[in-house]
């Protein structure tokens, strides 16, 4: 099972895009992903984020959750990468990064036309897109109310 975690809502474009960091409302988010996964019993054995900020940030919260340890990889930095491959010999696997990057991935191994939101995560099995959670579906899981 691969499941693609976008990174969650992030500052507006700076000078360096690769420096934004994640708002309060994308640490909200990161933490709901990760905490609806394990109430979901669902564990992960690897995972892989992009090395920009926001990324990274919202793979160490959710994997905070998860007790996961996070990998970061060039791969997923951004532009077409191959899901498969990164997952190989890994068990489940969650991988951390950017649009329109992870709804073209899901995709190309599915055939599904998704759109990934902040903070969501979609869930792939072979060829079969099994889940796609918006954000606000992760806080429900997570048991998070919404904040005012």
């Known amino acids: 099972m691969i499941y693609l975690l976008r990174h969650g809502e992030a ?5 360096d895009d690769a420096s934004r960091r994640l708002t309060e409302k994308g640490e909200r988010q ?3 992903a990760g905490s609806a996964l394990r109430e979901l019993g669902i564990a992960i ?12 940030e919202t793979a160490r919260i959710a994997c905070g959750a998860l007790r996961a340890e996070v990998e ?4 997923l930095r951004g ?7 990164l997952a190989a010999g890994r068990g489940e696997v969650l991988l951390v990064g950017h ?6 991935e ?13 903070g969501g995560i979609a869930v792939v099995d072979g060829p079969v897109l099994v889940a796609l959670w918006r954000p ?3 806080r429900r899981i997570a048991g998070q109310a919404k904040p005012a």
């Open 30 to 32: 990161a933490l709901a």
């Open 136 to 138: 606000k579906e992760l």
């Open 11 to 15: 500052e507006e474009a700076a000078d």
């Open 45 to 56: 054995d690897a995972c892989l984020a992009s090395p920009k900020v926001r990324a990274r």
């Open 79 to 85: 532009g077409p990468f191959d899901a498969l491959e």
């Open 72 to 75: 970061e990889t060039e791969a």
């Open 106 to 118: 899901a995709g190309r191994l599915t055939g599904a036309n998704i759109t990934l939101k902040k």
């Open 99 to 104: 649009e329109p990057d992870f709804s073209a």
